[in-house]
Nanobody, 125 residues
Framework: QVQLVESGGGLVQPGGSLRLSCAAS????????MGWFRQAPGKARELVSA????????YCADSVKGRFTISRDSAKNTVDLQMNSLKPEDTAVYYC??????????????????WGQGTQVTVSS
């Protein structure tokens, strides 16, 4: 089991940028996938972006493609989400999650078993 703590959320104007960071503690991170999810009020949770700790495989949802970039630093046990050109529809609580996906695709969300507490991102003028 791992523990995840998100940070970096806040209020930003449309077109602005934020960088979210997820600090992980535990072991065997190299075998895990890390994902950023978000959930807006009244909406279902959705996978935004994900990355494997090894192999360099990434996933990015169409809604944020070209605007968000996921990265990880294995030495620091962190995974970041750089969010640029933010839109009001990006407003949500953003969660970091981890799971042992094995050979499953990064979008196999049921295998993400460990979750952070979430950080609020609000995009508004």
């Amino acid at each position: 089991q791992v523990q995840l703590v998100e940070s970096g959320g806040g209020l930003v104007q449309p077109g602005g940028s934020l960088r979210l960071s997820c600090a992980a503690s535990g072991r065997a991170f190299s075998s895990y996938a890390m994902g950023w999810f978000r959930q807006a009020p009244g909406k279902a949770r959705e996978l935004v972006s994900a990355i494997r700790w090894s192999g360099g495989t990434t996933y990015c949802a169409d809604s944020v493609k070209g605007r968000f970039t996921i990265s990880r630093d294995s030495a620091k046990n962190t995974v970041d989400l750089q969010m640029n050109s933010l839109k009001p529809e990006d407003t949500a609580v953003y969660y970091c999650a981890a799971g042992r996906l094995g050979t499953a695709t990064l979008t196999t969300v049921r295998f993400y078993n460990w979750w952070g507490q979430g950080t609020q991102v609000t995009v508004s003028s």
